[in-house]
């Protein structure tokens, strides 16, 4: 086979890069995102099907100095000095030590670096009845990690000078090695008056990287007096500048910031959310019991929510005890209480007194029995469902629509302990796993569980580590989530290690039966119908070579339909392979499909996939993101050949290019495989429109592009002159019935600026 040509491949790779190799999942945060929904929507790996006894366990483990009380962190594809890209997993300890492992060598563990960030702080120092914590104190909460810079955030609570200090790092992701003027000792003081006292808090909430800054909140020991809720910012770029501090109740006493070690969450306009414990409300200058929101890197409240009944709570020790999330793409705010309560809230209404109305806030009783502590979301399209657990009672799974939770519970499973971690895996809408820790966190010799669900039906359990003794996780460490990335689980604990969980060998000697598990759009990663000539991306196990093998031109100048001994079948037809390996395949859907429906499989070898059924469409077009997620700014090119971003926009009037996958057929219709070439460019044979800002804008010229393969469409829209400016202009693709992903954003200026 020739290799493809230098100017053909860099053309192509610059139009859709993303579909020959998908970019793998990161975790960068505690709960996942800083939606915080406990939730990672791109797993292809692991399904309902494959989680089981026999076919999945425990792989391994990643030995550390001591607890891990912090949600482990997964970060794709970093470039090592002299080891080339790794998939990293960061551990932090109780023991103040930091450790990165290369995520995927877990039989025989390989550490990349570790560093410690000084003396932990003796537990019995700081609490006098508590022994939750025990026994000792340093790294509790879960950092945050800036990929761009290469940068990962912690906060260590360390001995100095006999008493306790909170340090704020900013640790080299490839070296461990300081960074961003760090550390800084964290200090702060409210008005003037009152100071920050170390020896009284605990900083448990995850970090939140937004707004350029790092967020940090602390709370109580125990409740132990005095206490506050402090919330302090921090410059990502330079540490030593603090840009914010915010006090719950600077006239009071308490409404501690603990959240069950939930992360603080974050929406798109850079406001942040986060719910304060027992403690003074007056509604004016005290935030005990509440909800509360401020904004930009300086943390300046602008609204807050309490509710009714929050004296009751208070007296009872009922406090706001877990959350805040926000339900993906809305303001709609998440939380609960040790009463059982939960909260549906409308951030863009928080300062509004409490009408009891419904309208914006609404207060669901006996969600749970007894308090909760944790809870995962799982988005739908028309719908997003809710995983808790209360103190004593099963799991449940609940429905919200727009801003209502239906209080009937729509599924139930029975399991102990709800001070456990949970997670949910799914692969958008589909194969959804509720991952689930539960265990005895006082009594570090009984071994505590992870649990597998159906997300679907919770009385179906796929799978837990108590049915084989080699599966067992160790001590369990509450309110620690799972992270699940690319097929692995990764589970904290309290024995000095962190547990890897994920699909296990055939035992074999020759490749494992390849097994599809999901098929999506090469652009938008859109799991639904495929189109004709559409480049779709395969996920699986077993697909294809251990390392990644990119796309080739045979000597006739095509794409071949076997790449390093795959081929990718559709009604037994094979397609042109874009990219191979073990878990992930890339190919061109033939053009002569015709029916409503196709079965697909993989061929690795001599193995075959089982059939993996599709529905087909006329066009299912898929615009390309400019960072390969599908999502947000779109691969787009102004009128002067410039990439279009939120640095250079384009002008209202003038002619932008993108880029898509599944029009669908083409006049003329091109070889499988095949190249654009010659004076006659491809078109799509179906009607196509465009909206930018929702307004129509007139589409200029609609199909291949010479020297890009065919299955790649390329548009060329004209923006309307009227069109709203602004980073982030949505742009929608209509192609016959079907329209693009929604999300797809371009950048405008201000017609002022022309």
């Excluded at 456990?420 to 009594?443: H, P, Q, V």
């Excluded at 003038?654 to 190249?675: E, H, I, K, N, R």
Aim: charged share 15%.
């Amino acid at each position: 086979m020739q290799q493809f040509s230098l100017r053909s491949a860099l053309y192509f790779v610059a139009a859709g890069s993303m579909f020959i190799q998908h970019a793998e999942v990161n975790v960068l945060t505690a709960n996942g995102s800083n939606d915080r929904t406990n939730a990672n929507l791109e797993e292809t790996q692991l399904s309902p099907s494959n989680v089981r006894s026999g076919s999945f366990g425990k792989l391994g483990s990643f030995p550390v100095d001591g607890q891990v009380y912090s949600q482990p962190l997964y970060v794709n594809a970093v470039s090592i000095p002299g080891q080339g890209l790794r998939n990293i997993l960061v551990i932090a300890t109780m023991h103040n030590s930091v450790y990165a492992y290369d995520a995927d060598s877990i039989a025989v563990p390989r550490l990349l670096w570790k560093t410690n960030l000084g003396p932990s702080v003796p537990a019995s120092g700081v609490f006098t009845t508590y022994a939750d914590i025990w026994p000792e104190i340093g790294i509790l909460s879960t950092a945050t990690i800036d990929p761009a810079r290469g940068v990962f955030y912690v906060v260590c609570e360390t001995l100095r000078g006999g008493k306790a200090a909170f340090d704020l790092h900013a640790l080299d992701l490839i070296s461990g090695a300081e960074r961003m003027n760090g550390p800084v000792t964290i200090a702060g003081n409210a008005n003037g008056t009152l100071a920050f006292d170390p020896q009284q808090h605990i900083q448990r909430p995850g970090l939140l990287l937004a707004n350029n800054a790092v967020y940090l909140a602390f709370g109580s020991h125990a409740d132990e007096k005095p206490w506050h809720g402090w919330l302090m910012s921090y410059d990502a770029s330079d540490l030593s500048k603090q840009r914010g501090v915010y006090l719950s109740t600077p006239s009071g006493e308490g409404g501690a910031i603990w959240q069950s070690g939930r992360g603080l969450a974050a929406d798109e306009r850079g406001n942040v959310y986060f719910m304060t414990g027992n403690g003074t409300y007056d509604g004016v200058q005290n935030f005990g019991e509440s909800f509360v929101k401020v904004t930009g890197s300086a943390a300046l409240p602008v609204g807050s929510f309490a509710p009714s009944n929050w004296e009751d709570l208070n007296a009872s020790d009922y406090d706001l005890s877990t959350g805040v999330a926000l339900i993906p793409g809305t303001h709609t705010v998440l939380g609960g209480d040790k009463f059982g309560d939960f909260y549906v809230l409308d951030g863009d209404s928080f300062g509004k007194k409490d009408s009891g109305s419904g309208s914006s806030f609404q207060t669901v009783s006996g969600v749970v029995r007894g308090g909760m502590f944790n809870f995962a979301l799982w988005p739908q399209p028309n719908a997003t469902y809710l995983y808790v657990q209360g103190f004593q009672d099963p799991v449940r799974s609940y429905q919200i629509a727009g801003r209502q939770l239906n209080p009937v519970s729509v599924a139930s499973a029975s399991v102990d302990n709800p001070r456990g971690g949970m997670t949910i895996s799914a692969d958008g809408a589909r194969n959804g796993i509720l991952w689930e820790t539960t265990g005895n966190f006082k009594d570090p010799a009984i071994p505590g569980t992870l649990h597998a669900f159906d997300a679907a039906d919770l009385s179906n359990e796929l799978w837990n580590s108590g049915m084989n003794s080699r599966d067992a996780i160790g001590a369990f460490t509450k309110f620690v989530n799972p992270t699940i990335a690319n097929g692995k689980v990764y589970v904290a604990t309290s024995s000095g290690a962190v547990a890897v969980f994920g699909l296990l060998g055939s035992g074999t000697t020759g490749p494992p039966k390849p097994s599809i598990t999901s098929v999506r759009n090469g652009a938008s990663f859109s799991a639904d119908a495929i189109a004709p000539g559409e480049a779709v991306t395969l996920f699986g196990v077993g697909l294809g070579p251990a390392s990644g093998v990119g796309m080739q031109l045979d000597d006739s100048g095509l794409i071949p339909t076997t790449l390093s001994d795959v081929r990718v079948l559709f009604n037994g037809v094979a397609a042109p392979v874009l990219y191979a390996s073990t878990d992930q395949v890339s190919a061109i859907v033939p053009s002569i499909l015709s029916s409503q429906s196709v079965t697909l499989q993989v061929a690795n070898q001599d193995a075959v996939s089982d059939p993996f059924s599709l529905d087909v469409a006329p066009a299912a077009p898929g615009i390309f993101s400019a960072d390969g997620s599908g999502a947000g700014q779109g691969l787009i090119w102004n009128e002067d050949g410039t990439g279009n971003s939120g640095a250079n926009p384009a002008a209202p009037g003038s002619t932008v290019s993108l880029f898509l996958t599944g029009a669908g057929q083409t006049d003329p219709a091109g070889p499988d495989g095949g190249m654009v070439t010659g004076d006659v460019l491809p078109q799509p044979v179906l009607p196509i429109s465009a909206q930018i800002g929702g307004q129509t804008a007139q589409v200029i010229y609609a199909g291949g592009v010479q020297g890009m393969a065919y299955g790649i469409t390329e548009v060329k829209v004209q923006i309307p002159a009227e069109s709203p400016a602004g980073p982030e202009v949505q742009v929608i693709i209509q192609i016959g019935d079907a329209v693009s992903q929604p999300g797809i954003t371009m950048a405008i200026q201000s017609s002022s600026n022309n």
